[in-house]
């Protein structure tokens, strides 16, 4: 499973949660995941405005200090990248970030309610969809843009989606998105466009490349494919013991090790959490600890009798909806929304 020089240089430029940080229940902010498409826009907050038109009766703009007037909200969301989980796909899949299970990381966001804003704008009677357009650009598939993703008029108008401003209590960090960013509860995290500069109401499915083109489920290049919304239902654990420098597995005295973990979905909350040693053969319950929110992860523990030997930890998370994740990789070209089952090699030794 050879690593090409390409994606090496995007693997170090945009980082993972050091796994042992899924034992903080609000990550750090220097811990959380970052993904970064073209470079970290500089941008002077006070010569920066949010325009938002389109089909809407009143356009506005907006200064960062006339956002932060409005009404504030502070939520706590569990941001995943749909691309986590690529580098573990068997097969000639596309070149991208290759993430292993590190993508993700749960923060409490503060910022403006954006329902309120577009219902003062007044969206036009055929509305269909809003674009979120950030001020950073590149080239991608061959093809020069803004970062630009949409939501339909119902999904945008949902109130936990925020414009947001903060994040962990301190204004936003420029990789994170500095001034503003949106924040969609529950979507992975393309959808979550930073470094806003303008949201538009139209009337047509937008047909920007971030949209249009990437984030499909596609069989092949020439399928169609579905686009990619909602995070699947995914489980962590904190590594137990101490690891092994180069491959990370683990070491564990013999005896009781009470393992602890994350488990998160898009599609509602998660209802069971499962953990297997011997590779997914067999399955015991674990305890799921209260949310810390609707849109934030799970705290789950098992305790765990540590025999001698070596093993293969696994956990499982299935959400209210019933879905459940499965133990290998589903198979799409662009390696996406792949929530197969962590597996952990633990040797136990005195
Ligand atoms: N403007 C802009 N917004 C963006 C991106 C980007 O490259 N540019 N990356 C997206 C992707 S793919 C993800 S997974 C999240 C990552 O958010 P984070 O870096 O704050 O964790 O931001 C999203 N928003
Ligand atoms: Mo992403």
């Known amino acids: 499973m050879a690593i090409p020089l390409e994606e090496l240089q995007l693997a170090a430029r945009n980082h993972g949660l050091p796994l042992e940080a899924l034992r903080y229940s609000v990550t750090p902010i ?5 993904l970064i498409h073209f470079d970290i826009p500089a941008v002077d907050a006070d010569a920066w405005w949010l325009e938002l038109g389109g089909l809407v009766e009143r356009p506005l703009t907006l200064s960062l200090d006339e956002l932060k007037a409005r009404p504030e909200a502070t939520i706590p969301v569990t941001l995943e990248c749909a691309g986590n989980g690529r580098a573990l796909l068997r097969g000639d899949r596309a070149s991208s970030q290759p993430w292993l299970v590190e993508a993700v990381g ?35 598939g061959d093809v020069e843009h803004d970062y630009a993703r949409s939501l339909p008029l119902a999904e945008a108008l949902r109130e936990e989606v925020l414009l947001a401003y903060a994040v962990n209590g301190r204004p936003l960090p420029p990789q994170h998105g500095f001034p503003l960013r949106l924040v969609v509860p529950g979507w992975y995290g393309m959808t979550s466009v930073k470094w806003l500069r303008s949201i538009e109401v139209v009337a047509e499915p937008f047909a920007g490349w971030q949209q249009a083109v990437a984030y499909h489920l596609r069989a092949d290049a020439e399928d169609e494919g579905r686009p990619v919304t909602r995070m699947e239902p995914r489980s962590l654990l904190v590594p137990p013991g101490i690891p092994d420098f180069l491959s990370r597995a683990r070491f564990v005295p013999p005896g009781p090790c009470l393992l602890t973990g994350r488990a998160w979905s898009g599609r509602g909350p998660v209802e069971r959490l499962e953990v297997s040693a011997d590779g997914g053969r067999s399955w015991a319950e674990a305890e799921l600890e209260e949310p810390l929110g609707e849109f934030a992860w799970r705290g789950w523990s098992y305790e765990w009798q540590a025999e001698p030997g070596e093993h293969e930890l696994c956990c499982r998370a299935t959400d209210a909806a019933g879905r459940t994740q499965p133990l290998e990789p589903p198979w799409n070209l662009e390696g996406l929304c792949n929530n197969a089952v962590q597996r952990v090699q633990v040797v136990v030794r005195g």
């Open 106 to 140: 749960t923060a409490e966001w503060t910022g403006t309610p954006l329902a309120p804003l577009l219902a003062e704008a007044g969206p036009a009677p055929d509305a269909a969809e809003v674009v979120f357009t950030g001020i950073d650009r590149g080239v991608q």
């Open 30 to 34: 220097g811990l959380h995941y970052l």
